[in-house]
């Protein structure tokens, strides 16, 4: 595992001087730099089977395009092949031949139909000879699915260097790992209704596997983007990590492309926080998606949580990163949560430290739906976790989970419902210190099982921090700069509210003059 590190970071090093000495902005410079990775590993993964492929070929029957189909392969005509980009003359225009072979591999490949960057023809030639001589010192003999691990480090990389626009597309691994190992995706449909460069999904058939099970043979992949870009970003991803996936291009506020409703096994995503401007007009009528009302401050929140419960089916579980603010927002979003709440879906609910975004340093919660609770003892019991105190730094300024924390956290969750810990990546120890008799109790500052009753009385709020409590110890436990980044949330969100008010206040003094002035 370091050797892919030491070769992603020396691979990324690379790449980023190109950029920094060519007039490319990073948003320009990312999609055909994550093409010409896509395309070395099309070709790593076409020329691994040619060579098995060679020895069942004779002269009465030759290897065609459904061999290569058959298994999985994307198909590859010769001049789409890495080592032709690779030995092309001096002088050659190789932007329109790499181009070239974009297109010749969408025509031989009907998933990729307009997916693959063509923009290669604005870079410098001197520029691309370099990528294409660094691409080709990936080693021969890697593992396939390192591939998909570079694929991912560059996505992250230019997340970074994006700024907020890098967020759209990318949620740190750290999260979505921890997702994914709490809902437990083994088998059935799963949904990303916001995917982004497909995480979620990829991280749910690293799951799979781990459990040692093919991911292509027990999930089903449906995601939906609102952008092109970030569609084609998606089906890359999937397609380096040898998976493929019904990926929709979408405004998922209005657009019910795949009539999501009470259909899915499992909803994963990280929605855009705190979206303005929302037409709610259009939506207002559709009940079966919003089942529980339009909240009537202008955020988008408790219209993105509607759509994930309700495309869970009745044993469906969902996880997903949301803003702080949507835990305690008062108004008609309490109304909304209380509903929620009320209906004996919402399981479980996590706080995360700042600092593990690359885009934004502000803490967030993940929520997690499970529509078969109802019918289990933990029915009238949600459980706050604070993991907020759980945490790597990996820089100044950024944070992640640890493979050992991931697993300490889900198995906290584990013993809630009563099922068995897992140790695979070194948790024991955390997990037998916080639970010493092998079962689930609440620790101070850590988890605790609230009752709706409970719950109810702290004015319907899911945040964990109500509820957990602080360890004693000498001074008072909190960071001082996070307490004070929570706090600004929270005015923001209060501000927000006010102005709201105070508009529909004047609105409604506005019209009781206009009756006056009629009578």
């Given at each position: 595992?370091?050797?892919?590190?030491?070769?992603?970071?020396?691979?990324?090093?690379?790449a980023d001087?190109?950029?920094?000495?060519?007039?490319?902005?990073?948003?320009?410079?990312?999609?055909?730099?994550?093409?010409?990775?896509?395309?070395?590993?099309?070709?790593?993964?076409?020329?691994?089977?040619?060579?098995?492929?060679?020895?069942?070929?004779?002269?009465?029957?030759?290897?065609g395009?459904?061999d290569?189909?058959?298994?999985?392969?994307?198909?590859?005509?010769?001049?789409?092949r890495?080592?032709?980009?690779?030995n092309l003359?001096?002088?050659?225009?190789?932007g329109?031949?790499?181009?070239?072979?974009?297109?010749?591999?969408?025509?031989e490949?009907?998933?990729?139909?307009?997916?693959?960057?063509?923009?290669?023809?604005?870079?410098?030639?001197?520029?691309?000879?370099?990528?294409?001589?660094?691409?080709s010192?990936i080693?021969?003999?890697?593992?396939?699915?390192?591939?998909?691990?570079i694929?991912?480090?560059?996505?992250?990389?230019?997340?970074?260097?994006?700024?907020?626009?890098?967020?759209?597309f990318?949620?740190?691994?750290?999260?979505?790992?921890?997702?994914?190992?709490i809902?437990?995706?083994?088998?059935?449909?799963?949904?990303?209704?916001?995917?982004?460069?497909?995480?979620m999904?990829?991280?749910s058939?690293?799951f799979?596997?781990?459990?040692?099970?093919?991911?292509?043979?027990?999930?089903?992949?449906?995601?939906?983007?609102?952008?092109?870009?970030?569609?084609?970003?998606?089906?890359?991803?999937?397609?380096?990590h040898?998976?493929?996936?019904?990926?929709?291009?979408?405004?998922?506020?209005?657009?019910?492309?795949?009539?999501?409703?009470?259909?899915?096994?499992?909803?994963?995503?990280?929605?855009?926080?705190?979206?303005?401007?929302?037409?709610?007009?259009r939506?207002?009528?559709?009940?079966?998606?919003?089942?529980?009302?339009?909240?009537?401050?202008?955020?988008?929140?408790?219209?993105?949580?509607?759509?994930?419960?309700?495309?869970?089916?009745?044993?469906?579980?969902?996880?997903?990163?949301?803003?702080?603010?949507?835990?305690?927002?008062?108004a008609?979003?309490?109304?909304?949560?209380?509903?929620l709440?009320?209906?004996?879906?919402?399981?479980?609910?996590?706080?995360?430290?700042?600092?593990?975004?690359?885009?934004?340093?502000?803490?967030?919660?993940?929520?997690?739906?499970?529509?078969?609770?109802?019918?289990?003892?933990?029915?009238?019991?949600v459980l706050?976790?604070?993991?907020?105190?759980?945490?790597?730094?990996?820089?100044?300024?950024?944070?992640?989970?640890?493979?050992?924390?991931?697993?300490?956290i889900?198995?906290?969750?584990?013993?809630?419902?009563?099922?068995?810990?897992?140790?695979?990546?070194?948790?024991?120890?955390?997990?037998?210190?916080?639970?010493?008799?092998?079962?689930?109790?609440?620790?101070?500052?850590?988890?605790?099982?609230?009752?709706?009753?409970?719950i109810?009385?702290q004015?319907?709020?899911?945040?964990?921090?109500?509820?957990v409590?602080?360890?004693?110890?000498e001074?008072?436990g909190?960071?001082?700069?996070?307490?004070?980044?929570?706090?600004?949330?929270?005015?923001?969100?209060?501000n927000?509210?006010?102005?709201?008010?105070?508009?529909?206040?004047?609105?409604?003094?506005?019209?009781?003059?206009?009756?006056?002035?009629?009578?």
């Open positions: 595992m370091n050797h892919i590190a030491e070769l992603e970071k020396r691979l990324w090093d690379v001087e190109l950029r920094a000495n060519s007039d490319l902005k990073s948003s320009e410079y990312s999609p055909p730099v994550l093409g010409l990775i896509f395309l070395k590993y099309a070709d790593y993964r076409f020329t691994k089977q040619e060579k098995i492929l060679s020895k069942i070929s004779s002269n009465r029957r030759k290897i395009k459904t290569y189909q058959a298994v999985g392969v994307m198909y590859l005509p010769d001049g789409a890495f080592s032709y980009l690779l003359p001096e002088g050659a225009d190789i329109r031949a790499i181009n070239e072979a974009m297109k010749a591999i969408e025509r490949n009907e998933d990729l139909k307009g997916v693959l960057p063509k923009t290669y023809n604005r870079f410098k030639n001197n520029l691309l000879v370099e990528l294409i001589k660094l691409m010192s080693p021969e003999d890697i593992e396939g699915d390192a591939f998909g691990k694929y991912e480090y560059f996505l992250g990389k230019f997340a970074m260097t994006e700024g907020q626009q890098g967020g759209e990318f949620t740190p691994t750290a999260l979505v790992k921890l997702i994914v190992s809902i437990e995706p083994f088998h059935g449909k799963i949904l990303d209704p916001a995917c982004g460069s497909g995480g999904f990829v991280q058939a690293e799979v596997k781990e459990h040692q099970k093919r991911a292509i043979d027990e999930i089903s992949i449906y995601g939906q983007e609102k952008t092109r870009e970030t569609v084609n970003l998606c089906k890359m991803n999937l397609a380096v040898g998976l493929s996936g019904d990926i929709l291009q979408g405004n998922s506020y209005y657009e019910d492309l795949h009539d999501i409703v009470e259909k899915f096994d499992f909803v994963m995503a990280n929605p855009p926080f705190n979206v303005n401007r929302i037409d709610k007009e939506i207002k009528n559709d009940k079966r998606r919003f089942p529980f009302g339009m909240p009537s401050v202008d955020n988008g929140n408790y219209l993105w949580i509607q759509l994930f419960y309700s495309a869970l089916n009745q044993k469906g579980r969902a996880g997903f990163v949301m803003a702080n603010s949507a835990s305690d927002a008062r008609s979003e309490l109304n909304l949560r209380k509903k709440i009320e209906d004996r879906s919402v399981d479980v609910m996590i706080a995360v430290g700042p600092n593990f975004f690359y885009t934004v340093t502000l803490p967030c919660t993940l929520w997690f739906l499970d529509r078969a609770k109802k019918n289990t003892d933990r029915k009238d019991k706050f976790i604070d993991a907020r105190n759980i945490y790597t730094q990996i820089d100044r300024a950024h944070r992640e989970f640890t493979p050992e924390q991931i697993e300490f889900s198995n906290i969750v584990r013993l809630y419902r009563g099922e068995k810990i897992e140790t695979i990546h070194g948790s024991e120890k955390l997990t037998i210190e916080a639970f010493p008799e092998g079962k689930y109790q609440d620790v101070a500052g850590l988890c605790k099982v609230a009752l709706l009753k409970e109810e009385e004015g319907w709020s899911l945040n964990p921090g109500r509820y409590g602080v360890v004693a110890e001074g008072d909190i960071d001082f700069k996070e307490r004070l980044e929570e706090l600004n949330e929270e005015l923001e969100t209060l927000k509210e006010a102005k709201e008010l105070e508009e529909q206040i004047a609105e409604n003094i506005a019209m009781i003059f206009e009756v006056k002035n009629i009578k």
